[in-house]
């Protein structure tokens, strides 16, 4: 089993829909939390992190963890073509910098 | 900044010839990653560095990858003798170091071996 689990989807939605993604996790000792996105022939980019549990937001996206249930999920609202990408989530331990990413969920607005 | 360079951009090569690719991180990064994606495994980690040396080379697949950071500007990953399972795109990334631990990828390296 990996130790992140991310649906890899194909997900298409409607210009204007809430997107949702999220990822599951085995290891309890990953504090980190980030999703990252990569457009088609790109390498990935940082969206957004979050440490431990709760919420953050960032404009028109917001970031969840529980790490009670070792859940962790990704909101775009009002979303736009120009999302159209791969979504990665990433986490790691305190202890070091490795992140373990999970498989990445594509997703397509459609205008 | 120019961001994480990396070349070649593609290659194409034939089985069991060697492949060098190279890296040069974003100036005052501290950590150098090289990861490698594909449709069936995602993106895994190689192997990655600090201040130049080699911390968790745990992800290389076999004695066939090494890799190699002789200075703070400039690291390689080198397959040989490649395969044609070795087919991926390969990224480098660099990181500060900070809080959070923000990678910063090149472009990647698109290898195909046939």
């Known amino acids: 089993q990996k130790e992140v689990e991310q649906d890899p989807g194909p997900l298409s939605v409607p210009e204007g829909a809430i997107v949702s993604l999220n990822c599951t996790y085995s290891?309890?000792?990953?504090?980190?939390f980030m999703w990252y996105r990569q457009y088609s022939r790109k390498g990935p980019e940082l969206l957004m992190y979050?440490?431990?549990?709760g919420n953050k937001e960032d404009g028109r996206f917001t970031a969840q963890v529980d790490k009670s249930s070792k859940y962790i999920s990704l909101f775009i609202r009002d979303s736009q073509p120009s999302d159209s990408a791969t979504y990665l989530c990433?986490?790691?331990?305190?202890?070091?910098?490795?992140?373990?990413f999970g498989a990445g969920t594509t997703v397509t607005v459609r205008a | 900044d120019a961001g994480v360079i990396q070349s070649p951009r593609h290659e194409v090569t034939e089985m069991g010839q060697e492949v060098t690719l190279r890296c040069k991180p974003i100036?005052?990064?501290?950590?150098l990653f090289w990861y490698r994606q594909t449709m069936m495994r995602g993106l895994e980690l190689l192997i990655y560095?600090?201040?130049?040396?080699?911390?968790?080379d745990s992800g290389m697949p076999e004695d066939r990858f090494s890799a190699k950071m002789p200075n703070a500007s400039f690291s390689t990953l080198k397959i040989q003798p490649s395969e044609p399972r070795d087919s991926a795109v390969y990224f480098c990334?660099?990181?500060?170091?900070?809080?959070?631990?923000?990678?910063?990828f090149g472009e990647g390296s698109r290898l195909t071996v046939l």
């Open positions: 990433a986490m790691r331990r305190a202890e070091d910098y490795k992140l373990s």
């Open positions: 979050t440490y431990s549990s």
């Open positions: 560095f600090n201040n130049n040396v080699p911390i968790d």
């Open positions: 990334a660099s990181s500060p170091g900070t809080f959070a631990g923000e990678l910063f």
């Open positions: 290891n309890s000792a990953f504090q980190y």
């Open positions: 100036s005052g990064h501290d950590y």
